[in-house]
């Protein structure tokens, strides 16, 4: 019963085509976000959206468009796909702010890998 | 400053033996800190929260030093399985942003 689940898991796809990657979670919780891993393994934070609402949107080219359609889901649209764009995409989930006023864990998907040939 | 920084590694240490990673962060206002683990073209899982006292999880022991602005994990009894990278986590209470560390590496030999 995955949590947090993003498909596809791979996708190849040429420059300049537009392409979604897709995340629902079924844990019930406010928060979710998009994290970009490059080459070198760094996770950065791209986009958080709380209850369908945009929270935090990092320096990223807007060519990269967040949808939230309900708070289970949070996908991932990406115009004129860039080499540079090659990546592992993951979603995460989380609570939020917990009652105690501390941030919880985060469960993440199990990534898409994007290849932009 | 980055706001959160770690060693990369790799740390190559014989099985059995203790090893220990620091992370340090930037902003004093930070709430929670945790270790999150990944393995090797997987996504990250949460190995442990760090609290102001300090907690200890079997092998893992997680310290928090909010003067220094630092947090450490250590291992003892270094297992194979224990190979991964661990990612030092820190979070903002203000807007929930999650901010990653680049991990540490660590190979445990056999």
């Known amino acids: 019963d995955t949590a947090v689940s993003q498909t596809p898991k791979y996708l190849v796809t040429q420059m300049g085509n537009d392409k979604s990657i897709k995340c629902e979670q079924n844990l019930g919780h406010d928060t979710m976000y998009w994290y970009k891993q490059d080459s070198k393994k760094f996770l950065k934070i791209m986009f958080s959206y709380n209850n369908k609402e945009l929270i935090i949107n990092e320096t990223v080219p807007n060519r990269f468009s967040p949808k939230s359609p309900d708070k289970a889901h949070l996908n991932l649209h990406i115009n004129s796909l860039e080499l540079g764009d090659s990546a592992v995409y993951f979603c995460?989930?989380?609570?939020?702010?917990?009652?105690?006023?501390?941030?919880?864990?985060?469960?993440f998907g199990q990534g898409t890998r994007l290849t932009v040939v | 400053r980055k706001e959160v920084e770690q060693d990369p590694g790799p740390f190559n240490v014989p099985e059995g033996a203790t090893v220990a990673f620091n992370c340090t962060y930037s902003?004093?206002?930070?709430?929670?800190f945790f270790w999150y683990r990944q393995d090797c073209r997987k996504e990250p899982k949460l190995l442990m929260s760090v609290y102001s006292s300090g907690n200890e999880d079997g092998r893992f022991t997680a310290q928090l030093n909010r003067a220094s602005q630092y947090i450490s994990l250590l291992i003892r009894d270094s297992k194979l399985s224990d190979s991964a990278t661990y990612l030092c986590?820190?979070?903002?209470?203000?807007?929930?942003?999650?901010?990653f560390g680049k991990g540490t590496r660590l190979h445990i030999l056999p």
């Open positions: 986590v820190v979070t903002l209470n203000r807007d929930d942003k999650i901010i």
């Open positions: 902003n004093s206002a930070s709430q929670s």
């Open positions: 995460a989930s989380s609570p939020g702010t917990g009652s105690e006023g501390f941030n919880t864990e985060a469960f």
